[in-house]
């Protein structure tokens, strides 16, 4: 059974940094596209972040971000530790939230194995 | 971005009861449309894509319909575990994709 484990999240203030890890058990890592989405405290679901595998779209490791995040966000993915990971720059109060990694293991799903998610507090 | 709205944003109903939540797309999205349920302390759950297919292992009971703009989630004879917030989630310029606001079905 595939398993999204999510760690990093920490309490951090305006202005920090902060990486975020999503560890991936189960077969063909590399195939996969990774996403990451959020939920901020009483708000509901926002996209933030994705990164494309061998299956694509494009080629292998292009990186998607949501407008509210480019500048101040990487995702990468480390195949040799099927590891993905969401770093964080220039932390605003905004990015509080409770982030979840989550990815596409059936053909013709969409985002059908996410983590439980790890919680980023950005506050002084 | 494309915008997502469901409705109503708070359901209240009982058990047994059936309950259809509405998601209307800004654009039309063709059939490039998700349904998940969450609850507290727990993953997301995948429940419906493409409109109307059923994801692995979500009982029956669950249903979705709709193409182009408009959607609908239908959940027949609510059991106890159906209780949670569900968002709809257009997915046509995947994996960009946006959520609607979420629809709380309370008891």
């Known amino acids: 059974e595939v398993h999204l484990l999510e760690s990093g999240g920490d309490l951090v203030q305006p202005g920090g940094s902060l990486r975020l890890s999503c560890a991936y058990s189960g077969h063909s890592f590399s195939s996969y596209v990774f996403t990451w989405i959020r939920q901020a405290p009483g708000k509901g679901l926002q996209w933030v972040s994705s990164i494309s595998g061998l299956s694509g779209p494009g080629t292998f490791g292009t990186t998607y971000y949501t407008d509210s995040v480019k500048g101040r966000l990487t995702i990468s993915r480390d195949s040799s530790r099927n590891m993905v990971y969401l770093y964080f720059f220039d932390l605003k109060d905004e990015d509080t939230a409770l982030y979840y990694c989550?990815?596409?293991?059936?053909?013709?799903?969409?985002?059908?194995?996410w983590g439980q998610g790890t919680l980023v507090t950005v506050s002084s | 971005d494309i915008q997502m709205t469901q409705s109503p944003s708070t359901l209240s109903a009982s058990v047994g009861e059936t309950v259809t939540i509405t998601c209307r797309a800004g654009q039309s999205i063709s059939d490039f449309l998700a349904w998940f349920q969450l609850k507290p302390g727990k993953a997301p759950k995948l429940l419906i894509y493409k409109a109307s297919s059923l994801a692995s292992g979500v009982p029956s009971r669950f249903s979705g319909s709709g193409s182009g703009t408009e959607f609908t989630l239908t959940i027949n004879s609510l059991e106890p575990e159906d209780f949670a917030t569900y968002y709809c989630q257009q997915y046509i310029y995947y994996p960009v994709c946006s959520f609607g606001q979420g629809t709380k079905v309370e008891i």
């Open positions: 989550a990815t596409t293991l059936s053909v013709g799903a969409n985002l059908d194995s």
